[in-house]
């Protein structure tokens, strides 16, 4: 593996004595293809004697070593990493270094489907060698670009195979701390609380769970990403939302400060969709959000908040009307 | 504890992100606010000439650069030919038999299209080359399509858990799924075995924020969204799905910017007035979400709708796990009131195409995903394919034409209606259609 590294990546195959049978294979393009690129010289050599090593089906060091070089100059032929996954396995080589040379091709193609498949390959194979390593090296990408999707859910599908669970929730924690925002994160949690084999599951995370949530909540009521979080919190279970006393809570003192009225409203909303009965307080504070919506009576809450919305989130306008429009029957009829 | 609020309040790489692309947008929209409407109607023209002359470019000669998308060629094909035709131009005879020729070099004699000449057969490139030859048209392009082969090759990517592979030994995601199934559906050969369980599969990816993640347990993300919902209304199930999360997820996607976000909290992304605004136009199609003036006037317009797979969900709000409370969950959110020709789209249509126009456009000729961004084929493609969407979002369906004032900017701006399942040109599609249906 060592001459992978070092002629590998530099030497052309037409100057290596080793390569001196076999006999390149052009592209076969036709007389005058469509989107055809102006390749580099370089390129057009190594791809023709790739496809002559893969169309012998040739699995030895030396078809190794051209897939890297391949794999350098266009990390988005899946073609040749599928072939490489054939070499490695054949040649039965050290994973552990075939994982050194996919982070250095990683570093620079951080949104590349086929490495990441192939890391999952490759880390598949190890097995519980690779936990440690591959959180870590999620841990890396996570880093520089904390919302990396390839990363996540190579970060998702690690802890479910291989585990390494222990320490996934903290990891959430500090990466919220640094980034609420981080909408990631927060789906990651979400993961973590539903999936984890350490925890008892939603319901039984569920109380710890909201008081953090409306934590992020109060902190920046313009946050999208807590709100959803805390839906998700009652998935499946809105006789649960409803009888939470918290959730309406959290609205009422989001509205109070009437800042950021909007994600509280949708909330509240929801709540009402869902049978919850607002008391006084609640239509008061709604009515005194600006702008006025003088055509709603005033004991229909979910129409007037629907206005209200239609108002403050004007660019959801046609959307909060046709809320309105399609209300339960069950709450348009409890008009006090 | 306090320390944890403290954090949250201070500015953080999301905030600063997004305020940085903010204030970018702001200040084309308030230079366009300040213009004459003379230099606004002119801001707001789709550079026809330029754009054409850009993507015709592209179809005959890319530069080096473009090794990195070596594999993706039929891609290319695709972004390029789709948005050639949503202009509404013909291509040129030589170009048209240059294309297919090539497509079909990248054909694998056991069936699908790798991303070039000589690659495995791939999912996504299957798709684009399909599509390509599609939105050619003509018998010599759909006649090309080995899809007895295609068949056998769908068939092999098939998982036991009902979803797909992108390749021999390739990934397993939300893409996969939706292009095989698109494939499949557009040259008549879904069956029972390919759509078995992809439902059960695309409904673990529904997330708790009510969009689609590509793998079961991530993030809710614009692409992934576009591709289950389509595949969902393919399969006939898309009521299965949380419409009413599905709704309120995407419908928040629009932002500031008056473009559309791939994932919530994230930057706005020319590319998303496709992903995110196309799934308006699958879900006008399932009659929901549209009741001021909607007007149901059947079978005027559901001609394919066997194929297609049009369900109904007539309450959002009136299944189990959305409406709780004993009450009647038939108020319904489908009011009939006949003769109406227009309805209204749930988001920003001429927002969108604001966005659209005057951040992504780029006047020399091809779309960005944001101002300070390059061009390219991909974004072309997308921004195309969205203008079309709001061009039409008003139309009762794709086949009725859109009111002027639908239309933002001069009425030139028109472009031609996609069939929003598939997206290729509605005519193209209905030309495959109707071509496989006999043979």
């Not at chain 1, 880093?143 to 190579?154: E, F, I, P, Q, T």
């Not at chain 1, 979080?229 to 499946?236: A, E, I, N």
């Not at chain 2, 390739?170 to 369980?197: F, H």
Request: charged share 20%; proline share 5%.
């Amino acid at each position: 593996m060592d001459s992978d590294k070092d002629e590998g990546e530099t030497v052309l195959p037409s100057q290596r004595p080793d390569f001196a049978d076999v006999i390149p294979i052009p592209q076969d393009d036709g007389p005058n293809p469509v989107v055809p690129i102006a390749y580099k010289q370089d390129f057009v050599e190594i791809m023709n004697y790739f496809r002559a090593l893969y169309l012998k089906d040739e699995r030895s060091p030396r078809a190794l070593q051209l897939t890297h070089q391949a794999i350098l100059l266009n990390p988005g032929n899946y073609t040749v990493w599928h072939f490489r996954r054939l070499i490695l396995e054949a040649l039965n080589l050290d994973l552990l270094e075939e994982l050194d040379i996919v982070e250095k091709i990683a570093k620079n193609n951080t949104k590349n489907y086929q490495i990441w498949h192939h890391r999952r390959w490759v880390a598949e194979k190890l097995g519980n060698d690779a936990t440690a390593r591959e959180l870590q090296f999620t841990r890396k990408i996570l880093s520089l670009d904390a919302k990396n999707y390839h990363a996540w859910s190579h970060r998702q599908w690690v802890l479910q195979a291989l585990g390494g669970w222990e320490d996934e929730l903290d990891y959430c924690k500090q990466l919220l701390e640094e980034d609420a925002f981080n909408n990631s994160a927060w789906n990651q949690r979400y993961f973590v609380i539903t999936r984890s084999p350490l925890l008892g599951g939603l319901k039984a995370m569920r109380n710890s769970e909201v008081n953090y949530t409306i934590e992020a909540i109060l902190a920046n009521p313009e946050n999208e990403s807590p709100w959803r979080y805390l839906r998700g919190l009652y998935k499946g279970d809105s006789e649960s939302l409803v009888n939470d006393p918290q959730v309406p809570s959290v609205c009422l003192k989001v509205l109070s400060v009437k800042d950021n009225p909007v994600f509280a409203l949708s909330m509240l909303l929801d709540l009402l969709c869902h049978g919850f009965r607002a008391n006084q307080e609640f239509r008061d504070l709604v009515a005194g959000l600006s702008p006025s919506v003088p055509d709603e009576p005033d004991s229909d809450l979910a129409k007037t908040i629907c206005s209200k919305l239609e108002q403050l989130d004007a660019l959801r306008a046609n959307y909060w009307r046709w809320r309105k429009s399609s209300l339960p029957r069950a709450i348009q009829d409890s008009k006090n | 504890m306090a320390d944890t609020a403290v954090a949250q309040r201070r500015t953080t790489v999301s905030q600063l992100d997004q305020w940085m692309v903010q204030d970018q947008v702001f200040r084309i929209y308030d230079l366009f606010a300040n213009v004459p409407r003379a230099a606004q109607t002119l801001m707001l023209e789709l550079q026809r000439d330029n754009h054409l002359e850009y993507l015709t470019q592209g179809l005959k000669q890319l530069g080096p650069s473009f090794v990195v998308l070596d594999a993706n060629r039929p891609w290319l094909c695709y972004w390029i030919l789709h948005s050639i035709a949503l202009l509404g131009e013909p291509i040129d005879y030589e170009l048209e038999n240059n294309a297919i020729d090539f497509l079909n070099r990248c054909q694998d004699p056991n069936g699908g299209y790798g991303g070039g000449p000589g690659q495995l057969p791939h999912l996504a490139t299957t798709y684009a080359a399909v599509n390509s030859l599609v939105t050619l048209g003509g018998e010599e392009a759909l006649l090309s399509i080995n899809r007895t082969k295609l068949h056998t090759f769908l068939k092999r990517m098939k998982q036991p858990n009902g979803a797909f592979r992108m390749h021999d030994a390739g990934e397993i995601d939300v893409r996969a799924c939706y292009t095989a199934i698109s494939v499949a559906s557009i040259l008549n050969i879904l069956d029972d075995e390919l759509a078995k369980d992809v439902g059960n599969y695309i409904l673990s990816c529904q997330t708790y924020e009510g969009g689609i993640a590509g793998e079961p347990g991530s993030e809710a993300h614009g692409g992934y969204t576009f591709c289950g919902v389509a595949t969902m209304m393919l399969i006939n199930e898309a009521n299965r799905m949380d419409l009413a999360g599905l709704i309120n997820w995407v419908v928040s996607r629009q932002g500031v910017e008056c473009g559309f976000q791939g994932r919530t909290n994230k930057l706005v992304d020319g590319c998303y007035s496709f992903w995110q605004g196309g799934v308006f136009a699958l879900i006008k199609r399932l009659h929901v979400g549209v009741p001021l003036t909607f007007s149901d006037v059947a079978g005027d317009h559901d001609t394919d709708s066997s194929s297609e797979g049009e369900d109904t969900a007539e309450n959002l709000y009136g299944d189990d796990d959305t409406c709780g409370h004993g009450g009647d969950c038939s108020s319904s959110s489908h009011t009939k009131i006949v003769g109406h020709p227009e309805i209204e789209p749930l988001f920003h249509s001429m927002a969108l195409q604001q966005y659209i126009l005057l951040c992504s456009q780029v006047q020399g000729g091809g779309f960005r995903d944001k101002p300070g961004k390059a061009r390219d084929y991909y974004h072309t493609c997308y921004c195309l394919s969205g203008l079309s969407i709001c061009q039409y979002s008003w139309s009762r369906d794709e086949t009725s034409a859109p009111l002027p004032r639908a239309v933002l900017g001069p009425h030139s701006n028109l472009l031609e209606p996609v069939h929003p399942i598939y997206n290729v040109v509605l005519k193209q599609y209905h030309q495959a259609h109707e071509f496989f249906s006999t043979s």
